[in-house]
């Protein structure tokens, strides 16, 4: 695809990282987001250790409470390239 460069990764962040730190930037217990949710606390707990996938449609509702793209926490770590974002 001419015109076109593969976005970079920049900093290793794994899924489980990104919901965790999405979450305190808004300054939520896990509690708080499993109550928004309706994922459980030990399944949130889970899914920021890594311990448990994410996948599609818990990142759907993840993204829908913590007011972000799912794919901020599926892709973490990814950058556009400068052309892209302006």
């Known amino acids: 695809m001419k ?3 593969r976005a ?3 900093v290793p962040v794994s899924v489980g ?3 965790r730190i999405v979450r305190e930037l808004q300054a939520l217990s896990q509690n708080e987001l499993a109550h928004r949710t309706g ?3 030990a399944t949130i707990s889970a899914i920021e ?3 448990v ?3 599609v449609e818990r990142a759907k509702v993840l993204g829908r409470a ?3 793209h799912p794919g901020v926490l599926v ?3 990814w950058e556009l390239p400068t052309e892209a974002a302006a």
Do not use: A, H, M, T
């Open 66 to 68: 913590l007011k972000c």
């Open 3 to 5: 015109g076109y460069r």
């Open 53 to 55: 996938r994410l996948g």
């Open 49 to 51: 250790n890594d311990r």
């Open 17 to 19: 990282e990104s919901v």
């Open 39 to 41: 994922i459980s606390q």
């Open 8 to 10: 970079k990764k920049r």
């Open 75 to 77: 892709f973490p770590g």
